[in-house]
């Protein structure tokens, strides 16, 4: 861990609303030259905060999708069987977000299909025959109340 300011804060709260905003934008705002900032973002990014700059996109307007959250516990908890499902849930497409949990399951998966039919041929040919999974239990999503793609409360 790195230590980061209310500076550094403020520069990832305003690329989390605006990933494109442009380093003088940010200066601007935040009350700095551009070169400060770049520098602030650059060692932020080389240090593994800032992993990464996304698109979001809002599937239904141009695709029929189904977002399905998934509970998964495993029958056997070691070391190797968890990393062997974490492997083989990072090859699968479908899976676009997963959580090691506590409680009843040991994983949650944020899962994205076309349609049922293509959710059940994931979960029945794919998921469920990942070696050393117990139960999986779905839940439909039915619609997003609430969606920001954040990790720092703004």
Excluded: W
């Amino acid at each position: 861990m790195i230590p980061l300011d209310e500076t550094d804060i403020q520069i990832l709260r305003l690329l989390q609303q605006n990933a494109k905003m442009s380093v003088r934008d940010l200066a601007q705002q935040i009350h700095l030259s551009a070169t400060p900032v770049h520098n602030r973002i650059r060692r932020m990014e080389e240090a593994g905060i800032i992993q990464g700059y996304t698109t979001k996109i809002d599937f239904t307007k141009f695709k029929n999708t189904l977002m399905v959250i998934c509970y998964v516990s495993l029958k056997e908890h070691s070391k190797i069987s968890g990393g062997q499902f974490i492997a083989a849930i990072q090859q699968m497409a479908e899976v676009v977000e997963c959580y090691n949990i506590s409680g009843a399951f040991d994983f949650m998966l944020k899962v994205i299909c076309g349609n049922m039919e293509e959710y059940y041929d994931f979960h029945v040919n794919r998921l469920s025959q990942v070696a050393n999974v117990g139960q999986v239990q779905s839940t439909f999503v039915m619609g997003i109340i609430k969606d920001t793609g954040r990790t720092l409360s703004v």
